[in-house]
């Protein structure tokens, strides 16, 4: 399976989940973030594409993206294949297998933000996934999904 076909759909997803950062006013944007489901980068590739309003880090005011999926190869698609991210200076990431079916590996209140774009749709027990989602997420932290369907 040649997952690059579908890029073109899984990045204007992205883009249009991200572009409601903007419309959610927080003073200090959402420093950090959290991509479930990441694949190889569509999120964090849409953050970069411009700064935040007050101009530091990305959309949203998105300085760090943790990426997160369990597919390791989705994950380092691109890490391997050298492509570098337009505007990357922005946003940091840092990359992490890690199963969303389980329990997620961070600290209660660790993000300001949590993402996903076109991957829920994978996970079996949606109820458990939003619980874990409430728990690392600060007390006023922003959830923000798109699913197929």
């Not at 003073?27 to 489901?37: H, M, Q, T």
């Not at 959309?59 to 991210?85: H, Y």
């Not at 774009?117 to 994978?122: N, P, T």
């Amino acid at each position: 399976l040649n997952t690059t076909e579908y890029d073109y759909f899984r990045d204007e997803i992205s883009r249009r989940l991200v572009d409601r950062l903007d419309d959610i006013r927080r003073e200090s944007g959402f420093p950090l973030a959290l991509d479930i489901g990441s694949g190889s980068g569509h999120i964090h590739r849409a953050i970069c594409e411009e700064e935040s309003f007050e101009g530091i880090g990305g959309i949203g005011g998105v300085r760090k993206l943790v990426q997160m999926d369990f597919c390791e190869a989705s994950l380092l698609r691109d890490v391997n294949a050298k492509r570098d991210v337009p505007g990357g200076e922005r946003c940091d990431t840092y990359r992490l297998t890690a199963n969303e079916e389980e329990e997620l590996p961070f600290p209660d209140g660790t993000f300001d933000l949590v993402m996903s774009s076109v991957a829920l749709h994978q996970v079996n027990d949606l109820p458990k996934l939003f619980k874990e989602v409430k728990r690392v997420l600060k007390d006023d932290g922003c959830f923000l999904f798109a699913m197929v369907g």
